[in-house]
């Protein structure tokens, strides 16, 4: 593999560990939820509406998404144990990208300059 597609290759596993953290936090939410411990409440939306299965799974998707990239629009507020959850979140979004540049720039400096030649 030459340089130009070991970097795309990173960049799509980064994204997809994006997408896969943001689920899982997503379910997480989902999770507090149902247990009683913690829910994501959308300032705009009528307490009837939030009541649906679909709005709670759109919510909860939407929230752990805006966390994660450090967005935070304020529309959404997270109660109980959610804060917790999305401190926990936001820290991971903020250190990920970093901890992708310094796996290259500690562990493999090599893979910045090319391969070695034999």
Known sequence: MN???????????????YLLIGFI??????????LG?????DTYASPLHQQQNIDLFTRTLYF???TQFAVGYGDMIPLGLAKGVAIF???IGYVLPYAMVLNYIIIHPN???????K
């Open 111 to 117: 893979t910045l300059r090319g391969f070695k030649k």
């Open 64 to 66: 752990s998404f805006i």
């Open 37 to 41: 411990l913690g829910s994501i409440m």
């Open 3 to 17: 340089r130009k597609s070991i970097i795309i290759y990173n960049v799509v596993i980064l994204c997809l560990l």
């Open 25 to 34: 936090f997503c379910f997480i939410y989902i999770l507090l939820h149902y």
């Open 89 to 91: 979140q936001a820290l």
